[in-house]
């Protein structure tokens, strides 16, 4: 169960806000990704670091901007976010890209 | 057209039933199959991979055909701790597709 780790749960923030997200895994895995679940949407991947390389970006604005400094770390750094950016950000990892992926419990953000 | 598709549901069942889910997927390329379950508000969690030659895990049996690119997830015997949104997903060089989920409620 605390495979993956996220903090801080539940983020409010102003659009002219800085924050960080922090995912952390134990789990020796060498690909780490966040995605975005907003409501009545599937699950939106918007990076993917395999061995601490950025191999995915699905297009996401610059006001998101990740940050792998080890393949145990994630970060999700957001500034001057819109309140349509509010949803459920899920950290996830696996072995490879392309296997099972294992969750933390993400973190639900609102964007006032 | 999505690349992984589902039927959203819900799905409304006894206890007891068997339901079955299916998914279709748009790249003949995708190389890994899996079923997720995800609780209201709680992150997807593996419930099983699914293999070529189809694989059972208790009350649940998960089958792949590639030729039709379709899976499919097989539930006998529902309980109500079943009720959840089950994500079909696939898997192909550097990335996995998530369905939108197919949400099954169980019913007393």
């Known amino acids: 169960e605390t495979g993956v780790t996220q903090t801080p749960r539940h983020l409010v923030m102003g659009m002219t806000n800085k924050k960080s997200l922090k995912c952390e895994q134990h789990l020796g895995h060498n690909a780490m990704y966040w995605y975005k679940q907003s409501a009545k949407k599937p699950l939106e991947l918007m990076f993917v670091?395999?061995?601490?390389?950025?191999?995915e970006n699905n297009s996401v604005p610059s006001r998101f901007s990740p940050e792998c400094p080890n393949s145990s770390h994630l970060f999700l750094h957001l500034h001057t976010l819109q309140p349509e950016d509010s949803a459920l950000y899920l950290c996830?990892?696996?072995?490879?890209?392309?296997?099972?992926?294992?969750f933390g419990p993400g973190t639900r953000l609102t964007v006032l | 057209r999505k690349e992984v598709e589902q039927d959203p549901g819900p799905f409304n069942v006894p206890e007891g039933a068997t339901v079955a889910f299916n998914c279709t997927y748009s790249?003949?390329?995708?190389?890994?199959f899996f079923w997720y379950r995800q609780d209201c508000r709680k992150e997807p969690k593996l419930l099983m991979s699914v293999y070529s030659s189809g694989n059972e895990d208790g009350r649940f049996t998960a089958q792949l055909n590639r030729a039709s690119q379709y899976i499919s997830l097989l539930i006998r015997d529902s309980k109500l701790s079943d009720s959840a949104t089950y994500l079909c997903v696939t898997g192909g060089y550097q990335k996995v597709t998530f369905g939108i989920g197919t949400k099954l409620q169980v019913i007393p």
């Open positions: 790249n003949s390329a995708s190389q890994s």
């Open positions: 996830a990892s696996s072995q490879e890209p392309a296997n099972e992926q294992f």
């Open positions: 670091y395999s061995l601490e390389e950025r191999v």
